[in-house]
Nanobody, 124 residues
């Protein structure tokens, strides 16, 4: 599967952005999808993940209540709605995919497929 992330940009603290990830391939609905981010000088970190059906999600603690991951299997897309953005959310955001095997979505998933990243900058 090939992934193309978009939607990044510059936003003031407290603002919102919606990231989208378009996936190629007719088996998109069988993949666990995730979002990760990497801030300058820091390691890549897990942000959110969603099961193939969309019924199960997981978030890192720092974004709970502010970010929402969703997917549209008919359109082969996964989105990350980011509200109440903070300067510490500034990072390159990557979408990722992994063939589902019954595991719950989360940071322990070994994602094999990655998009190119989209930059989110939150100004204070």
């Amino acid at each position: 599967v090939q992934l193309q992330a978009s939607g990044g940009g510059l936003v003031e603290a407290g603002g919102s952005l919606r990231l989208s990830c378009a996936a190629s391939g007719h088996t998109f609905s069988s993949y666990i999808m995730g979002w990760f981010r990497q801030a300058p000088g820091k390691e890549r970190e897990f942000v959110a993940a969603i099961s193939w059906s969309g019924d199960s999600t997981d978030y890192t603690d720092s974004v709970k209540g502010r970010f929402t991951i969703s997917r549209d299997n008919a359109k082969n897309t996964v989105s990350l709605q980011m509200n109440s953005l903070k300067p510490e959310d500034t990072a390159v955001y990557y979408c990722a995919a992994e063939q589902g095997d019954g595991s719950d979505p989360g940071p322990k998933i070994n994602f094999d497929f990655w998009g190119q990243g989209t930059l989110v900058t939150v100004s204070s």
